[in-house]
């Protein structure tokens, strides 16, 4: 049986389990585990930032940006389907300290301008006052589907226009930028801070990066550990991300048959894809 639940349920390749067996390890707490840096130095380069951060989910990057990026009682924007609104357990409120206000970003979860501009809210004696706009790219819960730059490009203008800063949910960065044939670095450009998950589509077995500006990685390593995020030989579980950031030829190949995969689907009676 082929297992097709999603990207999470697949295993570590050959090279992936020696690259862990392998790997030169330090106390990366202390900012010496050589395989981390390396991982953070290289993921910080693909996506175009000052820095990066390994930690051990997605969820808590998501959660480390909201922590960094707000004050407490602030407002955050999100995509009414958003997993970080409906999957990560409330976390914004409960790490955070933050109000929620959901917009509808369509079939597709994009979040426009207009949006932004909607749900914005001026602090006052009364409201909280809007701190920050999560995107989210690929959509997970809106069929997957890939938000091209300038989408994104005009959700961060509308936010920067009035001060506040933009978290990008890119679990599956790497899946957006294959499919609008654009690189990671493009998509990750206009936003204050990136998360990427090398456990989906980059296939390693676990960890997930925070990327950003220098300060926002400084202040971010700091809510990592307060969360129970800081490990010590790191190296063994970076060592396989290293190789999964280094090597995504077969995500296109994924995308390849992944079409032909609902084009066989669709010709078959009752179902559709």
Known sequence: MIDLR????????????????????????YGEDPSVNDLEARFADLVGTEAALFVPTGTMGNQIAARVHTERGQEAIVERESHVYKWEVGGLAQHADLQVRTVDGGD????????????????????????????????????????AADRIDAACE????????????????????????????????????????LSKGLGAPV???LAGSEAFVASARRVRKLLGGGMRQAGIIAAPGLLAVSNRDRL????????RLAAGLD??????A
């Open 108 to 147: 597709r979860g994009v979040v426009t301008p207009e949006a932004v501009a909607e749900g914005y809210v001026e602090a006052d004696a009364h409201r909280p006052g809007t701190g920050l706009v999560c995107l989210e790219n690929t959509h997970n819960s809106r069929g997957g589907t890939a938000i």
């Open 207 to 209: 960890g997930s990066m």
């Open 252 to 259: 296109q190949a994924d995308h390849d048959n992944a079409r």
């Open 267 to 272: 010709e078959l009676a009752g179902l559709a």
């Open 6 to 29: 999603s990207d999470t349920v697949t295993h570590p390749s050959a090279e992936m389990r020696a690259a862990a067996a392998e790997a030169d390890v330090g106390d990366d707490v």
């Open 158 to 197: 509308a936010a920067h226009d009035r001060d506040v800063p933009v978290h990008l949910d890119g679990a599956r960065l790497f899946n957006a930028a294959a499919a609008l044939d654009v690189d990671a670095a493009r998509l990750a450009r206009a936003p204050d801070s990136v998360m990427c998950c």
